[in-house]
């Protein structure tokens, strides 16, 4: 049933995995009810589980799929952290099958124009880039690796 899920390039996570109506579901902890497992939401649930097992991120600091308006449209940021009731990272999340490229970042970087985050992050479960973005000077600088919650 559960065969064609791509390994991660991220910690094993104990994901609740059902079958509805011949379509595959997980259950997000952070909404509460069961999704659609898409690729992109395989990744998504991963990275949100790192995040809380691994670097210290309390659940209630998580938001998923915020909406806002870009150029008349609604837009869907992936994971969204809060801190002190700021938002602090923005996280986009791609499919495994989707390669992290220019228009990747770009994508990420538009979102946080609405957002402003200090820090943003960008992955496809496989390969991830953290960075800190400077807005007086419109520079990004790379981070080594994921930051902690008590980082940020």
Not at 12 to 18: D, R
Request: proline share 5%; net charge positive; glycine share 4%.
């Amino acid at each position: 049933m559960f065969k064609n899920l791509v390994p991660l390039n991220l910690p094993e996570a104990q994901l609740k995995l059902a079958k509805k109506a011949d379509k595959l579901m997980v259950w997000d902890d952070i909404r509460k009810k069961y999704l659609h497992l898409t690729p992109e939401e395989w990744v998504r649930q991963h990275f949100v589980h790192l995040l809380i097992s691994s670097h210290g991120f309390p659940k209630s600091s998580i938001a998923l799929e915020g909406g806002f308006h870009l150029n008349q449209k609604l837009q869907r940021t992936d994971i969204l952290i809060y801190k002190n009731s700021q938002p602090i990272l923005l996280v986009e999340c791609k499919a495994p099958q989707v390669s992290i490229s220019q228009t990747t970042f770009d994508q990420a970087a538009r979102y946080n124009l609405h957002y402003k985050t200090p820090y943003m992050l960008i992955t496809n479960g496989l390969t991830h880039f953290s960075a800190l973005v400077n807005y007086e000077i419109g520079e990004y600088t790379f981070l080594k690796d994921i930051p902690t919650f008590d980082e940020l």
